[in-house]
């Protein structure tokens, strides 16, 4: 008897090592990412907030993507510095905030050089990809680089020629459109886009500086009413991560990352910024008592020779700058001959 029950338990333990208890899924590693913007703002709707879920879709399981918007995880001025530090994993910036540290990749916002967010985004990722910016991304992963469109003058009196911006506070968060105000004779003032709409409707400034998506995202068409359009200089802007927190991931993680950053992922941002432009101006455009005027050829002109001083400081103050200007110049024409 006790044999016939010793080969049973035998039998049946040998049966149940054909079927091994089910090992529990890894939980998925949780990613948080800065948008600085308001939770409405195109930049998360159709950029990032899908982007997430794209990665998150393809990684199989292994990562998930947590959008923080607005500023909950910092600012526009400090969020670069809380990627660093891990305060968040990944973030969503423009340079203009960040001063001297990215001189570089601030040549596609320099005033005239290039025609719209397509040509400059393509130029700088293109500098990108060829490692002439490099050193300014040591610390951080790079996933896209990308340009918001050309600042209008948006105020709230009408501004046609270089004499109407004598003595007018006019917000900026870049500084060659900072320079080219005050060598308008305007009065420039560093702000961060968060801050532009308190700092018109208190009567702080007298208008912005920011293209037709600012306008749009941050609903600025309240508190101004004329807007002058002007080559004057785009904003460049960021999607960054921080190094260790892709260095933990896991390697399906990673290759959905990779395979949805980089140029896809500057495409996507690019006609998102494109169509941000059309649509700002289209929708101020129909507003009641707004007026859209281009800049007149002959007060280009003027403030094109105001550009140049500012242009030839860049070169002069950044590593490499003439060859770094050379490059992006080469790329725009490139672009321009369909190449």
Avoid: C
């Avoid at 054909?18 to 590693?29: C, E, I, K, N």
């Amino acid at each position: 008897m006790r044999g016939k029950i010793l080969t049973f338990i035998l039998a049946a333990t040998a049966a149940l090592a054909l079927f091994p208890a089910s090992v529990p899924a890894a939980a998925p590693v949780e990613l948080k990412f800065a948008v600085p913007a308001p939770p409405s703002s195109p930049v998360n709707l159709r950029g990032v907030t899908p982007w997430g879920k794209k990665v998150e879709q393809d990684a199989k399981g292994t990562v998930s993507v947590k959008v923080f918007a607005g500023a909950t995880l910092g600012n526009f001025s400090n969020i670069y510095e809380r990627t660093v530090a891990g305060v968040t994993d990944m973030a969503f910036g423009i340079f203009g905030p960040l001063g001297t540290e990215f001189r570089k990749v601030q040549v596609a916002a320099l005033p005239f050089e290039a025609k719209d967010t397509v040509e400059a985004g393509t130029a700088l990722w293109r500098l990108h990809e060829s490692g002439l910016l490099a050193d300014e991304f040591s610390k951080v992963k790079v996933l896209a680089l990308f340009a918001f469109p050309h600042a209008g003058i948006h105020a709230n009196k009408p501004v046609r020629k270089v004499e109407d911006l004598k003595g007018m506070k006019i917000v900026t968060s870049t500084r060659s459109m900072g320079q080219l105000i005050t060598a308008l004779g305007g009065s420039p003032m560093s702000s961060t886009p968060t801050e532009y709409y308190m700092s018109v409707s208190r009567g702080v400034a007298d208008g912005i500086a920011v293209g037709w998506s600012a306008v749009k995202s941050f609903k600025l068409y309240e508190v101004t009413k004329f807007h002058l359009e002007t080559e004057s200089g785009l904003f460049t802007a960021y999607l960054l991560m921080n190094k260790n927190s892709y260095a933990r991931l896991p390697g399906a993680a990673k290759q959905a990352i990779e395979r949805h950053s980089g140029k896809p992922l500057f495409d996507e941002m690019s006609r998102i910024t494109d169509r941000l432009e059309t649509e700002g101006r289209a929708e101020t455009a129909v507003l009641p008592g707004h007026t859209i005027v281009p800049l007149a050829p002959d007060e280009a002109a003027r403030w094109q020779a105001a550009a140049k001083p500012i242009v030839d400081e860049w070169v002069r103050r950044t590593p490499n700058g003439a060859k770094i200007l050379a490059a992006f110049r080469k790329e725009i024409e490139k672009i321009r001959a369909g190449k």
